[in-house]
């Protein structure tokens, strides 16, 4: 490979990442997902496993997909067929996992993904799901 093919293949192959870096990815209170799950415009999943849900419940509405699981992302890819053209939000215990989840997902080329901000639980940033009062299933 001659040295200007070398240096457009390298360029290239390093605009996802730069554009990923510029472009701040979509993200949602938990009032506001709450408030669109209810209005029927988007899915949300919870990417939590089943000890979290059973510690804390679910978010009303909520698919329960532990992103743990060895189908994890297969099994979001089959939602996203399930709800063509609805976006799908993630929500988590505090936000960490959603977001690092969100740029790993986009980084495949995954699109229309959402981070919820603050999770369940919330962080200094962002309240929860529970400190906003907003309601949750048992589980199991």
């Known amino acids: 490979m001659n040295r200007r093919a070398f240096l457009l293949l390298a360029a290239t192959c390093s ?68 709800h063509p053209g609805k976006p799908i939000a993630l929500i988590c215990r505090t936000g960490n996992r959603t977001s690092t989840l969100q740029k790993k997902l986009a980084g495949r080329g995954w699109t229309n993904l959402i981070d919820v901000r603050g999770g369940l639980l919330g962080n200094p940033k962002d309240k929860g799901w529970l400190a906003e009062g907003l309601p949750v299933t048992t589980y199991p």
């Open 15 to 82: 605009l996802p990442r730069h554009a990923e870096a510029q472009t701040p990815l979509p993200s949602l209170s938990v009032r506001e997902t709450h408030e669109a799950v209810k209005a029927g415009k988007l899915v949300l999943v919870d990417i939590r496993t089943s000890e979290e849900w059973a510690d804390t419940g679910v978010p009303e509405g909520a698919i329960k997909l532990d992103m743990t699981g060895s189908a994890f992302e297969v099994r979001l890819a089959a939602l996203k067929l399930d």
